[in-house]
Each structure stands twice: as structure tokens, then as C-alpha cells.
T-cell receptor
């Protein structure tokens, strides 16, 4: 069974610090990796995607992928209270567009 | 780009009635779309995958006769919850699949069945 694992949290981080969110996946055939942010009562919104090993940076966000370790992470620099949300990791397998979802990590940024 | 709308955004209905939720992609076309359900404080649960012009594929435990999906075009899909009951109260979210597995989500519909 294909699985995506995330620590449910909550992860509490002081404002201005770096928040580090982690995700592991079971299927080595996974091709694409996504981080979505979901505020309470809202639908998920895409933060970043990554396809290749290494780091990908977009503003305060950095996604890191290590396919050998089957591990993907999201770093949020200079964390803001508005970053408080649940972060969902999702992994894509092939061309049917379906994603395997983690249960999400609740992040709390303390002012 | 990649704007998705859902209508209604929230609905309250009596037990036994049917509710139709509409999902539209406003500025793009896509063949494949997904319907999810999310109960309070729980993770996203995929209900079904739908390709335009084909019958939807339902996840295990999701009754296809209760949750009717009509995927009529590359920009419109509907989910009808038939004979709704209080246990169907949930947050229903649609998404459209694009290249490289990226999904674009609608804003969701909150259904409350009395």
C-alpha cells in the first residue's frame, strides 16, 4: 500500500524562526511531490512542488527532496503567524494525476 | 490562472433530500478531476476520480449510488449527494488535475444535513 507519512504535530515555532516540516513516502516509483497549505475551514492551496533531488527555493519556502531516503521536507524561513496552518504533503505516481496524501502537520507560529 | 469555483459554498438541508455541488474550472481545461471529503480535524479523503466522458472511479467504502458524479465537460463536474443523512455532513472539495500531477482545488462546500 502506498503511504505518505507526516507527523501530525502540532509543531510550535517562534515567530521569525525556521519551521521544518517533514514527510516520508513508501513508493520508490513516486515522481512528483507537493506541499499544500490548508487553513482551518478552507481548501488546500499549493505552496510548492518539486520533482528532482535537491532543494527548490521560492521566497521564504524551500522544498527538499531526497529520493534515495524517500524523504521530502519543507522549510519556512522567517516564520510569520500567518503561516500557522496545516501543511499537507502529497506524492504523485504517474500520469493519472492522482495524489497520495499525508494526514498533514499542524504548524503554530507563536508571536 | 488555475481558478476553480464551487457552488454552493455552504448548504443546509433536511435529512433525505439530495444536494448537488457544482465544480468549475474557470480559466483552464482538464480531463481529470477529483472529489474529496474532509470531516472536522481529519485529513483529506479522496472519494472518487473522474475523467471527462467516463464513469467515475470510486474509492473503497464510497457508495457510487449515493454520491453521483457527472463530469460533463472539461470545465464542469457535479457531485450529487442523494438522500443525504447527518453523517454525510462534511466539507466537500473538488480539484482538477493538471500536468505532472499538480491539482488545483475549489474553495469547498460545507454541507450540513439536519
Amino acid at each position: 500500500q502506498k503511504e505518505v507519512e507526516q507527523n501530525s504535530g502540532p509543531l510550535s515555532v517562534p515567530e521569525g524562526a525556521i519551521a521544518s516540516l517533514n514527510c516520508t513516502y513508501s513508493d520508490r516509483g513516486s515522481q512528483s511531490f507537493f506541499w499544500y497549505r490548508q487553513y482551518s475551514g478552507k481548501s488546500p492551496e499549493l505552496i510548492m512542488f518539486i520533482y528532482s533531488n535537491g532543494d527548490k527555493e521560492d521566497g521564504r519556502f524551500t522544498a527538499q527532496l531526497n529520493k534515495a531516503s524517500q524523504y521530502v521536507s519543507l522549510l519556512i524561513r522567517d516564520s510569520q503567524p500567518s503561516d500557522s496552518a496545516t501543511y499537507l504533503c502529497a506524492v504523485g505516481m504517474d500520469s493519472n494525476y492522482q495524489l497520495i496524501w499525508g494526514a498533514g502537520t499542524k504548524l503554530i507560529i507563536k508571536p | 490562472g488555475a481558478v476553480v469555483s464551487q457552488h454552493p459554498s455552504w448548504v443546509i438541508c433536511k435529512s433525505g433530500t439530495s444536494v448537488k455541488i457544482e465544480c468549475r474550472s474557470l480559466d483552464f481545461q482538464a480531463t481529470t478531476m477529483f472529489w474529496y471529503r474532509q470531516f472536522p480535524k481529519q485529513s483529506l479523503m479522496l472519494m472518487a476520480t473522474s475523467n471527462e466522458g467516463s464513469k467515475a472511479t470510486y474509492e473503497q467504502g464510497v457508495e457510487k449510488d449515493k454520491f453521483l458524479i457527472n463530469h460533463a465537460s472539461l470545465t464542469l463536474s457535479t457531485l450529487t449527494v442523494t438522500s443525504a443523512h447527518p453523517e454525510d455532513s462534511s466539507f466537500y472539495i473538488c480539484s482538477w488535475g493538471r500536468l505532472d500531477n499538480e491539482q488545483f482545488f475549489g474553495p469547498g462546500t460545507r454541507l450540513t444535513v439536519l
